[in-house]
């Protein structure tokens, strides 16, 4: 398995997905129903995200800790909010909800800052396997 030595970038990067999940999933998590109808979800929907957010969140603190990491768990955590982003669209033109102004910017607005965290961890994947070759180079 392809380790890699994170980069300082990287584990913030990861600390900032690790915060924004466990916010936004204890915002949707405890505050379901007044959130509903403000933004034209259904309750267990908005929960059933939160809910789904807080593990991720615990992942995402565990990653941040660690100084080398396997190479595929950052491909997979970044592969998970381009899904993530990519579904957040795909709830708004699918038709399966009637959201509110409110919900169209929510869902818009979290999945923009899903995207830009996706680029700072993908900077910081960068920066980690430069940082990795250059070690490996250097025990040479």
């Known amino acids: ?9 990287l584990r913030n990067a990861l600390a900032a997905d690790a915060a924004a999940c466990a916010a936004t999933g204890l915002l949707l998590a405890t505050a379901a129903g007044p959130l509903s109808s403000l933004f034209g979800f259904p309750a267990g929907f908005l929960r059933g995200a939160g809910l789904v957010l807080l593990p991720c969140a615990a992942l995402l603190a565990w990653l941040r800790a660690r100084e080398i ?7 997979a955590v970044i592969g ?3 899904l993530w982003v990519a579904d ?5 033109v699918a ?3 009637q959201p509110s102004g409110l919900g169209i910017a929510f869902v818009l607005a979290q999945a923009a800052a899903v995207a830009l965290i996706t680029e ?5 994947l960068k920066r ?7 070690n490996a180079a250097a025990s040479v």
């Open 88 to 92: 957040s669209i795909a709830i708004l």
């Open 69 to 75: 990491l396997p190479r595929l768990a950052v491909h």
């Open 128 to 134: 980690s396997a430069a940082s990795s070759s250059a």
């Open 95 to 97: 038709g399966w909800f």
């Open 1 to 9: 398995m392809s380790m890699i030595q994170s980069s300082r970038f």
């Open 80 to 82: 998970v909010n381009i």
């Open 120 to 124: 700072l961890e993908v900077i910081g």
